[in-house]
């Protein structure tokens, strides 16, 4: 089946700095990503939606200067989180469909656990 | 946009016994209706979806049940093992759109 790899799956950083997270799709080409954030206990919040060579969108309340993606090719999403802040402390996971089509599978990388210190 | 809500927020039975999770969705042009299992610090990871053409479909011990007219659709899952505990999240989406709204999640317990 498909299969998306994100690294890292954790990461602990101090406050101030930037992390870099990377999503790929291995078996298979995704024009499009996502982002999500969930903190515990809670749902999958959609924060950007990754274009494969052009700009992200991001949701309502996201910051895309601080939040910085990147799509540079179809097997390859990037997320950096700069002047990363405690707040920003959360589980990060990226995501992709399968085959392209919008009602094809969405299958999830395994996320990123960003504790800023 | 598409709202999605879910119900209960908490479900726990006894090993065997089925357990049913109900989502109902804001906008009836949403057409496909998955649904993702997510162990605690692990991904989500698709169990189960349904199109709105179809008004059932049944996996092993997992079945899903759409409801096109109530906007509502759920998860069945019978003779439950402990292995099943885990958060469940319903979501929906129209295949015109690219944005899945996810429900706030059901965490289920299956006590042995």
């Known amino acids: 089946g498909a299969v998306v790899s994100q690294h890292p799956s954790r990461v602990i950083c101090k406050s101030g700095t930037s992390v870099k997270i990377e999503c790929r799709s291995l078996d298979f080409q995704a024009t499009t990503m996502f982002w999500y954030r969930q903190f515990p206990k809670q749902s999958l919040m959609l924060m950007a939606t990754s274009n494969e060579g052009s700009k992200a969108t991001y949701e309502q309340g996201v910051e895309k200067d601080k939040f910085l993606i990147n799509h540079a090719s179809l097997t390859l999403s990037t997320l950096t989180v700069t002047s990363a802040h405690p707040e920003d402390s959360s589980f990060y996971i990226c995501s992709a469909r399968e085959g392209g089509g919008r009602g094809s599978p969405l299958h999830f990388g395994n996320g990123t656990r960003l504790t800023v210190t | 946009g598409e709202n999605v809500e879910q119900h209960p927020s908490t479900l726990s039975v006894q090993e065997g016994d089925s357990a049913v999770i109900k989502c109902t969705y804001s906008?009836?042009?949403?057409?496909?209706f998955p649904w993702y299992k997510q162990e605690l610090g692990k991904r989500p990871q698709l169990i189960i979806d349904?199109?709105?053409?179809?008004g059932e479909k049944k996996d092993q011990r997992i079945a899903v049940t759409l409801n096109k007219t109530a906007k509502h659709f759920s998860l069945h899952i019978t003779e439950t093992q402990p292995e099943d505990s885990a958060v469940y999240f319903c979501a929906a989406i129209k295949t015109s759109g690219s944005r899945l709204t996810f429900g706030e999640g059901t965490q289920l317990t299956v006590n042995p």
């Open positions: 349904i199109r709105s053409n179809v």
């Open positions: 906008d009836s042009a949403s057409n496909y």
